[in-house]
């Protein structure tokens, strides 16, 4: 320095900035503006250090002169805030920058330079302009949180893991050995430990991980850390992610911050207009990545490292040097000013974010100079830019799911939302709206609950919470279910809503399947009652129609005329509690009928024929044979009797006068439900459809009409056992039964048969009597029920045999293999304590396979007429026994 004083810099002082300078041999010097503020005297140039120290706040001097000390210990910069005392002034603040511009290796700092900034007045505007910024890294950094994510063997994050581990690269990605191994001693087998363990666990990729460690630090310090992560791939390579909480002191924070705060710097520069030369602090040429000691460079220079998206159609320096050509041969003022940010790249590529405010001074010339400050706000742009894309990601998530944020502000009573809103709402027009909008299109159903809710919130706006569901009715004219959420804040009630119409169809499909899976249930559990109970009742209907048969034919032609009328109503009486209870075993399970192919046409026919004379002339029935149908693998007599039953079920409906409709049709039945089990049904079917112009059936009613015993006709006019009937016969069919009814329209029910390949044959001729002839045999007659086993052995004794009689299987049985019992023949009922007939058959054809059995039930679960055959008997009867067909079994059996 070869000047007795510093030059003056006009443009930093009229920014404010006033620059100082301290000589060890000369003492302290201030620019004009400097010693105004300081409040020293225009001369001398130079000044003391008490005269210097004296300007400052007896209270700061302490920290100025700490501050000061740091740079005579070897620190190349500092800066402190501290009040200064200008003379007829109140204490001021101000904050003073410096640094060392020429040491001595043995005698230290001989020169230093610096600038002293009121704070009150350009300080504060650029605090308050970069307020988001400077909270949000004071907000992370003071939390001390860091973000990171390891993919393999790399760990990406955030610069604070670096600063945490004490990591010579402070933006990553890192080795995950380099970073973990700086964990103390033991700490970091203990993390891989941790971390097998958590990879095993059943809940890995759902859990919350929590370790904590401790860091040890290159300079000897350490750090306790608190490490919560997810782990995203538990395999190869892993994958994890999470946060990294600093947990030492936290005393260290404000220390940390201070030390960002330097990292991020601020720094000063001017231009001049004519020559393009910039001047500025060695901080400038670090933000560009620059060598401090090159300089000074031309604008253009420094212009070429801005990112070119950031350059704009026409730089800015070369419109203020035109600004400055239209002022050439005017007065001195000021050229433009304001802020502007860029990208800059600086020497090893790195892309950093910097913001510069700037003011222009004009000579009138031509010249001038453009001077100001620069940023570097790489950090801010950086979250700002995290803030942005996490909101997108946030708008984008809550799209996904359906759902969409809403305020309402009751104090001009509207409601602002996000986009999805409108799109969720169906709304045509644009928001805001008032509250009424809404309420008006909510379904009538959900109105007053809602308008209840609300005007309770508003009426406690701070203990009560706004969660509920409703339906809107969108504009074709369908509705949608929506959870609505909020709170209020006092003025305003600021909430989500959710789209749960898919849930919500979900739910009732559910609940639907729910009550058909009820149904199934039930119907298979009367199923199973009515088939026990149908068992007791053919033991006793045996005894009591074979007795009363056997009266009519032992005593028949001696009877007297009323007695031979009281036999004749008993058998007419016992006849039909028999159907009534093959009512009920067509209901529960197949009686062991044998199907074979029939034509749908025909059997329809013949039921029609032996109905039409029961029914009134007022019924008008119409038969619609529908073409050449397919055969259908059925008894006919069974499927005669589903005919009848829906015929006369629709005559009771229609009160003996009305119209019965029948069509056959072949159909491809896809995604259909039968109405009586309730399960789908899929395939080709012949239908037989059965229509009535009867009063209909209540939607309530319809699935409760095919259980047995259920009727709504007046006691005494039916048993409930019709519709029950049809259910059982059809399904055991592999069929299935649809009603479409509603109160006014009448009733058509829809049976639907299975098609078969096979043809249908034609109507066998009779066989010959096979109970002819002179009878001679010895038979034992084996059951449980002794009314039953008298019954048999009579009518055999009368019909020619000699009978034996037990009522225990199990002796029956012994007697036979002993020996003890010469019979040529065994009849078992199939049901008994200790010895099921199937069993006794199975013996017998084990010990004497020439000794023929015949097997009866009343009902069983498990056998039917093929079962009996497998267990080695020769025939299967079902109880109420038909006497001819005994005596044919019996015949055939023996002549076998």
């Not at 860029?342 to 010339?365: M, Q, S």
């Not at 986009?419 to 379904?443: A, C, K, N, T």
């Not at 209907?541 to 004749?568: C, I, N, T, W």
């Amino acid at each position: 320095m070869h000047r007795d004083t510093p030059p003056v810099d006009p443009a930093l002082d009229a920014l404010g900035h006033f620059a100082f300078e301290w000589r060890a041999a000369q003492g302290w010097w201030a620019s004009p503006g400097g010693r105004e503020l300081l409040g020293l005297p225009r001369a001398p140039a130079f000044v003391d250090n008490a005269a210097w120290w004296a300007c400052v706040h007896p209270d700061d001097r302490a920290r100025a002169t700490a501050a000061a000390t740091t740079l005579h210990q070897g620190a190349e910069r500092c800066q402190c805030n501290v009040r200064v005392l200008a003379a007829g002034a109140g204490p001021r603040w101000v904050l003073i920058r410096a640094q060392v511009d020429q040491s001595d290796a043995a005698a230290g700092p001989q020169r230093i330079r610096g600038t002293i900034t009121a704070i009150d007045d350009v300080e504060q505007d650029f605090l308050a302009a970069h307020r988001p910024e400077l909270c949000l890294v004071e907000a992370v950094d003071h939390a001390h949180i860091a973000w990171y994510e390891r993919h393999g063997s790399l760990v990406y994050g955030s610069a604070t893991i670096a600063e945490l581990f004490d990591l010579d690269d402070p933006t990553g990605p890192w080795e995950m050995t380099t970073v973990f191994e700086r964990l103390a001693p033991l700490e970091f087998e203990r993390h891989c430990h941790d971390l097998r363990v958590a990879r095993r666990a059943p809940d890995a990729r759902q859990a919350t991980h929590v370790t904590y460690y401790r860091v040890s630090r290159r300079d000897g310090s350490t750090r306790d850390i608190e490490i919560r992560y997810r782990i995203v791939d538990a395999g190869e390579p892993l994958r994890t992610y999470g946060l990294i909480f600093d947990v030492t002191a936290t005393k260290a924070l404000e220390g940390k911050f201070q030390d960002a705060m330097e990292h991020a710097g601020v720094a000063w520069f001017e231009r001049d207009i004519a020559t393009d030369v910039v001047h500025g602090s060695r901080s400038l040429w670090r933000l560009y990545g620059l060598d401090p000691e090159i300089q000074p460079l031309r604008f253009a220079d420094l212009h070429q490292r801005i990112h070119p998206d950031d350059q704009g159609p026409r730089p800015l320096h070369d419109q203020i040097s035109e600004a400055a050509r239209r002022e050439q041969g005017g007065r001195p003022g000021n050229g433009p000013s304001g802020t502007v940010r860029y990208r800059v790249k600086r020497e090893d590529g790195a892309w950093r974010w910097i913001e510069v405010r700037y003011v222009t001074r004009l000579d009138g010339h031509g010249g001038g100079s453009v001077s100001g400050l620069v940023v570097d706000i790489t950090a801010a742009q950086e979250a700002a830019e995290a803030v942005r894309a996490g909101r997108a990601h946030l708008l984008l998530a809550l799209e996904a799911a359906r759902m969409a944020t809403w305020q309402w502000d009751t104090t001009d009573d509207l409601v602002q939302s996000s986009d999805v809103l409108s799109e969720l709402y169906d709304l045509e027009e644009p928001g805001p709206w008032p509250i009424q909008h809404f309420i008006d299109r909510m379904h009538p159903e959900d109105r007053p609950r809602i308008e209840s809710q609300l005007a309770l919130l508003l009426a406690h706006p701070h203990d009560e919470m706004l969660s509920t569901e409703l339906r809107l009715v969108q504009a074709d004219g369908s509705e949608r279910w929506f959870e609505v959420r909020g709170r209020s804040d006092g003025d305003r009630i600021i909430g989500v809503s959710t789209d749960i119409t898919a849930r919500k169809h979900a739910e009732a499909d559910q609940e639907h399947l729910r009550r058909q899976l009820q149904q199934a249930q039930k119907m298979e559990a009367i199923g199973q009652l009515t088939g026990g109970i149908a068992h007791d009742f053919n033991n006793i209907l045996a005894s009591v129609l074979g007795y009363a048969d056997l009266a009519q034919k032992r005593f028949g032609d001696d009877m007297p005329e009323r007695l031979a009328g009281y036999v004749h109503e008993m058998q007419i009486g016992a006849r039909r509690a028999c159907d009534l209870v093959r009512q009920l075993l067509a209901f529960s399970r197949d009686e062991g009928a044998e199907l074979s192919p029939v034509a749908v046409g025909a059997i329809v026919d013949q039921a029609i024929r032996m109905l039409r004379p029961t029914l009134p002339a007022s019924i008008v029935i119409d038969i619609d044979h529908g073409g050449d149908l397919p055969a259908v693998m059925a008894d006919p007599v069974q499927l005669q009797q589903v005919v009848m039953n829906l015929c006369i079920n629709a005559r009771d409906a229609m009160g003996g006068a009305g119209r019965i409709d029948i069509v056959l049709d072949r159909t491809l039945v896809t995604a259909a439900r039968c109405t009586s089990c309730q399960q789908a049904c899929d395939g080709d079917f012949v239908v037989i459809a059965l229509r009535d112009s009867g009063p209909g059936i209540a939607a309530a009613r319809q699935l409760r009409i095919f259980e047995p015993f259920y009727t709504t006709k007046a006691p005494g006019q039916g048993t409930g056992m019709g519709l029950s009937m049809v259910h059982g016969i059809v399904h055991r069919l592999g069929g299935h039964v649809r009603l479409d009814s509603a109160p006014g329209r009448g009733t058509t029910f829809e049976i639907l048969l299975p098609v078969t390949a096979a043809v249908a044959a034609d109507a066998p001729h009779a066989s010959p009597n096979a109970t002819a002839g002179a009878r001679r045999g010895d038979i034992l007659v084996v059951d449980d029920e002794p009314g039953v086993v008298a019954f048999v052995a009579e009518f055999l004794e009368l019909a020619g045999y000699r009978v034996e009689r037990s009522s225990d299987p199990q002796a029956a049985l012994d007697h036979l293999l002993a020996g003890e019992r010469a019979v040529d023949l065994v009849i078992s009922d199939q049901t008994m304590p200790g010895l099921t007939g199937c069993e006794l058959a199975t013996r017998l054809r084990a010990a004497r396979p020439e000794l023929p059995v015949i097997l009866m039930s009343g009902y069983s679960a498990t056998l039917d007429a093929a079962g009996a055959t497998a267990a080695g008997a020769r025939a299967y009867l079902a109880k109420p026994l038909d006497p001819d067909a005994l005596l044919e079994a019996i015949a055939t059996a023996l002549a076998a």
